[in-house]
């Protein structure tokens, strides 16, 4: 079993920052990519960072520039650093990542349960 478990939302005022974490843990033989996903009330899930296993990063333009994914291989976790906050920002945010487990040949994809995050203005 492959488990994600994010860590780090709350609650911040508009201009704040904050830090989120999410570590993968189980029968875990490699990791490919790793992101974060946001969803609003009442809005889609959308990508917001993800970074390839070779550290290569991508945003959503309306996090460049404020926002900055990492990923430190050797603890099976990413990071998303987060800010210039703005309520725009609120949102759930989810933690996907690409990974093979031991026993199996293949890549899946996992999921975090998901963490709050509240700008307030």
């Known amino acids: 079993q492959v488990q994600l478990v994010e860590s780090g939302g709350g609650l911040v005022q508009a201009g704040g920052s904050l830090r989120l974490s999410c570590a993968a843990s189980?029968?875990?033989?490699?990791?490919?990519?790793m992101g974060w996903y946001r969803q609003a009330p009442g809005k889609q899930r959308e990508l917001v960072a993800r970074i390839t296993s070779a550290g290569s990063t991508n945003y959503a333009d309306s996090v460049k520039g404020r926002f900055t994914i990492s990923r430190d291989n050797a603890k099976n976790t990413v990071y998303l650093q987060m800010n210039s906050l703005k309520p725009e920002d609120t949102a759930v945010y989810y933690c996907?990542?690409?990974?093979?487990?031991?026993?199996?040949?293949?890549?899946?994809?996992?999921w975090g349960q998901g963490t709050q995050v509240t700008v307030s203005s």
């Open positions: 996907n990542a690409l990974i093979r487990g031991r026993l199996v040949t293949r890549e899946n994809d996992y």
């Open positions: 189980g029968s875990i033989f490699s990791i490919n990519a």
